[in-house]
DNA sequence: GAGCACTGC
């Protein structure tokens, strides 16, 4: 085994979860078959249709349930996720050869195959006799664009819009095509969408899709959602923190507006808590379409999942009948790493097997290569798919048959006591081993193969992930709340409560930025950065740009930040001309808030070219991004009545709006070459991509903190400590800035001035 | 001298 991978952090994490699984493994149940009874009521309750007798089943399973690759993994074949009228699915596929209806016809015909449609009338009276309905829908049922079509055919966009929202911007968008079609109309007229960016609707729209987020921008401006006759909250088990906010605030509004139906779409496991938040709202269920998938479970827990992975792919390959493979991976390194190895392997074969052609796929993976996922698979040729959790969700494949799961994923957390951010390899839950597994069920039967015994599954797995908003910053959470006149946030009807110390931590934030007056009220600085779809010190940021006349560079400086870490681009091969590109735009050590302004000024100077983001190591698509933002937040500084004003020839003027922002965010070099943050003080240090990484400024001022193998500061500008009298008078005293061991530091001059 | 799960406004 090449030794590549064996030093990988995420491989560590696998090694302590093996170990886990050791611990918690019953020493007799190694070849036996264990009874998994809740798995089966869950996974016979997923099927819709809850109709094998455990009986015939163990039958059926003695018969084959030992699924063992010849000198290689040993897996248990546990169950099956049942497929649903699969007959249905296999007449729907045949052609049509009716030459003589038009394609409205067709798609109103191809309506009526949905698993949904037999259920139309009766779903319309129990939405006409209760106001508020959890649905469960199962994939491929069609809720998401038939209901919003019953409703219209029943009458109620005669009273308002019907709303549906989704998590993702692209479904948005594809369902309100596909129903525009279905219903003969041209899209954007009576079925529009909505995204950030982008709104496809007009006065004529009766259906309107968009995303979650969007709904909760129209909040701001539309408290009682009085344009709205119906809204369906699709996918509210994916549990985003817009939907979690979305539920107490549709909630509250049906209380008052008892003609506004609410329609909430859940997963099976959830529906009973969804039913039990909305005062006991019924639960509407609808039989899904899939095809059944086979779930294999390790008989012994794996020690290395890498290698594991990397075996059953192969073993697989070898043994497997025709039909793509999926492998679900943490992260673009383990993807690379498998990658690799899977070339080297399979070489050794020579033409002793067929041809394996390995794609991978993951977020920032540049555009181009992301397409190679959708070509189809060469016949004799066999696809495996590396990809992260962006497989799980937010794309599908087709013709996957197999799925290889090693049960992890990566995990933002957030520590409001400190403030520190990190990504950690953590198991997944069971619903996500759920999706996972049937994503090889799409267009076929499929197959599952669990890295994990199923006494893992069943014992050491959640049942669902950790709800965003109890593991993220909620500043803009309760700035957003505020703005909507919620003021006591503490009792705020969440479904699950983000941590007491995580909402006070936010309103202090909130209070030092002065978004916030000493009663927890709003005040005129913090109406204008609520505005703004941004972190608030971001927003606070570019409210303070006004006064240093400079507000161009801070929303441009603003979008390049929303953006996270991805704007440069660091090929394995190409790392010293990526560095010393990047450390073009650091001339004179401006720090790096002032070297991303330079990016975007350099790159709008070049008319936005494609090429000049190549030659300089920067990905487009983020580059893209930067500018689609940076135009919503032009409009939104007019909208707040901010000048757009340049002051290029003052960085300490763009410095000091900065500052204004994030003057929370402090820290000063000690002797030993680390940083020591002013408040809440912990020793951290300048991430080594950082133009000052080798600079050491006395006083700096960081955009976040993140811990990866330390705890580094990342985006950092020199800072002069007087600033941080003059900005944050009630925040910093002349103590905090003073110090002893630094008698040389030019004091007074900046103090003087202002 | 490091390491970037995934969304969304």
């Known amino acids: 085994m090449p030794e590549a991978y ?77 497929g649903v009228n699969l007959e249905d699915e296999m007449s729907s596929e045949k052609p049509d050869d009716s030459t003589a209806k038009n394609a409205l016809q067709k798609l109103q015909e191809e309506r009526k195959t949905l698993p949904i449609h037999p259920y139309r009338d009766e779903l319309l009276q129990a939405i006409h006799d209760h106001q508020v309905m959890v649905i469960v829908g199962e994939t491929g049922s069609g809720k998401t664009t038939q209901i919003p079509q019953y409703l ?58 968009m995303t979650d987020g969007m709904l909760l921008r129209e909040f701001l401006s539309e408290p009682d959602l009085a344009s709205y006759s119906v809204i369906m909250v699709d996918e509210g088990h994916e549990r985003t923190l817009s939907t979690d906010i979305l539920f107490g605030l549709v909630k509250d509004v049906t209380r008052f507006r008892k003609d506004l139906k609410l329609l909430i779409s859940s997963a099976t496991l959830d529906a009973k808590k969804f ?78 097997i067929a041809e394996l052609i390995i794609c991978p796929i993951y977020a920032n993976l540049p555009t181009e290569l992301q397409a190679k996922i959708f070509e189809p698979t060469p016949d004799g040729a066999r696809k495996v798919v590396l990809a992260t959790n962006i497989a799980e969700t937010s794309l599908t494949i087709d013709g996957i048959k197999y799925v290889v799961d090693p049960g992890f994923c990566k995990i933002k957390s957030y520590n409001p006591r400190t403030g520190v951010e990190s990504l950690l390899i953590n198991p997944i839950s069971k619903a996500s081993a759920m999706q996972r597994a049937g994503r090889s069920g799409r267009t076929g039967p499929g197959m599952c193969f669990r890295l994990y015994t199923a006494y893992n599954f069943q014992h050491d797995l959640d049942d669902n992930a950790v709800p965003e908003i109890q593991r993220t910053n909620l500043a803009n959470v309760v700035l957003t ?80 930040l929303s953006i996270g870490n991805s704007i440069f681009y660091r090929p394995k091969d190409k790392q010293v001309h990526a560095d010393n590109a990047r450390m073009n735009f650091h001339t004179g050590n401006v720090g790096d808030h002032i070297a991303l302004l330079n990016v975007y000024n350099t790159w709008k100077e070049t008319n936005y070219s494609t090429q000049w983001c190549y030659e300089n190591y920067i990905q487009v698509r983020s580059m893209k991004r930067a500018r689609d933002i940076r135009d919503q937040l032009e409009g939104l500084l007019e909208r707040v009545e901010i000048e757009p004003t340049s002051n290029l020839s003052d960085l300490d003027a763009v410095k ?82 003073e110090d002893a061991s630094t008698t040389k530091m030019p004091r007074g001059k900046g103090l003087a001035a202002d």
Not at 180 to 209: A, N, P, W
Not at 514 to 538: C, Q, V, Y
């Open 481 to 560: 709340l505020k703005s909507l006149g919620i003021n006591d946030l503490v009792n705020f009807d969440f479904m699950d409560p983000p941590p007491s110390e995580a909402l006070l931590e936010a309103l202090g934030q909130l209070y030092a930025l002065n978004a916030l007056n000493s009663l927890g009220e709003l005040t005129k600085i913090g109406r204008r950065m609520a505005e703004f779809p941004l972190d608030p010190m971001l927003s606070k940021m570019i409210v303070a740009s006004e006064k240093y006349k400079c507000s161009e560079e801070a929303i441009t400086i603003a979008s390049m």
């Open 6 to 82: 064996d030093q990988e952090g995420g491989v560590n994490q696998g090694r302590r979860f093996a170990a886990a699984i050791h611990r918690y493994r019953d020493p007799g149940a190694g070849d036996k078959m264990v009874p998994f009874a809740e798995q089966e009521a869950w996974e016979n309750c997923q099927s819709g249709k809850a109709t094998l007798k455990s009986g015939s089943r163990n039958k059926q399973a003695s018969a084959d349930y030992e699924f063992v690759f010849e000198d290689g993994i040993g897996f248990i074949k546990e169950s099956i996720m049942d």
């Open 656 to 737: 000091r709006a900065i500052t204004s922002g994030f003057f929370h965010h402090s820290a000063k070099l000690q002797k030993t070459g680390a940083y020591r943050t002013l408040k809440k003080p912990q020793t951290v240090h300048i991430h080594p991509s950082s133009g000052l990484a080798e600079v050491l400024p006395r006083w700096v001022i960081y955009h976040e903190l993140v811990l990866t193998t330390k705890e580094y500061m990342r985006q950092v500008t020199e800072l002069k400590p007087e600033w941080l009298i003059e900005i944050a008078p009630h925040y910093y005293q002349m103590k905090d800035v």
């Open 275 to 352: 039913s039990d938040y909305f005062d006991s709202a019924p639960i509407f269920k609808i039989p899904g379409r899939r095809f059944p998938v086979t779930i294999n479970f390790t008989k012994a827990p794996e020690a290395d999942y890498i290698d594991a992975a990397i075996v059953t792919v192969l073993q697989i390959h070898v043994t497997q009948p025709p039909g793509d493979i999926l492998v679900f991976l943490t992260g673009q390194e383990e993807i690379e790493t498998i990658d690799e190895i899977l070339k080297y392997r399979t070489r050794g074969f020579g033409t002793k």
């Open 152 to 209: 219209h055919e029943a009458g109620y966009t005669k009273r308002g819009l019907v709303g549906c929202t989704q998590p993702r911007r692209v479904a948005a968008m594809s369902v309100a095509a596909r129903v525009s079609q279905e219903m003969g109309v041209k899209l954007g007229h009576e079925v529009g969408y909505s995204i950030r960016f982008e709104d496809c609707s007009s006065e004529k729209t009766i259906l309107k899709y």
